[in-house]
């Protein structure tokens, strides 16, 4: 069974920085691509981050150059480090495994997710 | 990066079908078949229920059903129960830059 378990999440001051963290089980975590969507309150799904197989990223605009996503293989955990956290950014964070490797496709398998927010 | 539109809301009685848009461009919707919906009840991660267009995953049921048309992809909830009511999202493939793209959402009611 696929399990995908956020952590990492809390009240973080504007400016601040977060990791996150999406510890994987029940799939060859080195296989697949990942991603981060995220949802703010009340509102809809937004794509954040995505790291194929072999390491290339991307990211949405609104948070380029402000958050990095990695993975670890070996632990079978995938990160997002955020940084110059801005109000807007608080919002439930979701792992969510690709059905692509080295390309990307769609988010078969989704976390519970983790809630971040900044504020002062 | 705009999303790709959806109406906000859509209602229908038990049994009935209904159909939800999701309008794109031709960079995203209309240039890939790469389309995905996803289901999501109030409190809940979401769910994938239909990918590549028209395919449904394993497990989900029958009744739910995609299609694509030009820059305009659907998704039709035949039979329409009271489990549907949820928000659902359409999602694209858009650029190896930017690779996806949501739609607005749209939330399912059921009278």
């Known amino acids: 069974e696929v399990q995908l378990l956020e952590s990492g999440g809390g009240l973080v001051q504007p400016g601040g920085s977060l990791r996150l963290s999406c510890a994987a089980s029940g799939f060859t975590f080195s296989n697949y691509a990942m991603n981060w969507v995220r949802q703010a309150p009340g509102k809809g799904l937004e794509w954040v981050s995505a790291?194929?197989?072999?390491?290339?990223?991307y990211y949405a605009d609104s948070v380029k150059g402000r958050f990095t996503v990695s993975r670890d293989n070996s632990k079978n955990t995938l990160y997002l480090q955020m940084s110059s956290l801005r109000a807007e950014d608080t919002a439930l964070y979701y792992c969510?495994?690709?059905?692509?490797?080295?390309?990307?496709?769609?988010?078969?398998?989704w976390g519970q997710g983790a809630l971040v927010t900044v504020s002062s | 990066q705009s999303a790709l539109t959806q109406p906000a809301s859509v209602s229908g009685s038990p049994g009935q079908s209904i159909t939800i848009s999701c309008t794109g461009t031709s960079s995203d919707v209309g240039g890939y078949n790469y389309v995905s919906w996803y289901q999501q009840h109030p409190g809940k991660a979401p769910k994938l229920i239909i990918y590549?267009?028209?395919n449904r995953p394993s497990g989900v049921s029958n009744r739910f059903s995609g299609s694509k048309s030009g820059n305009t992809a659907s998704l039709t909830i035949s039979g329409l129960q009271a489990e549907d009511e949820a928000d659902y999202y359409c999602?694209?493939?858009?650029?190896?830059?930017?690779?996806?793209?949501f739609g607005t959402g749209t939330k399912v009611t059921v009278l």
């Open positions: 969510a495994k690709d059905y692509g490797d080295y390309y990307l496709y769609y988010f078969d398998y």
């Open positions: 590549a267009v028209s």
């Open positions: 999602n694209s493939y858009r650029s190896i830059s930017s690779p996806y793209v």
């Open positions: 790291i194929v197989v072999g390491g290339s990223t």
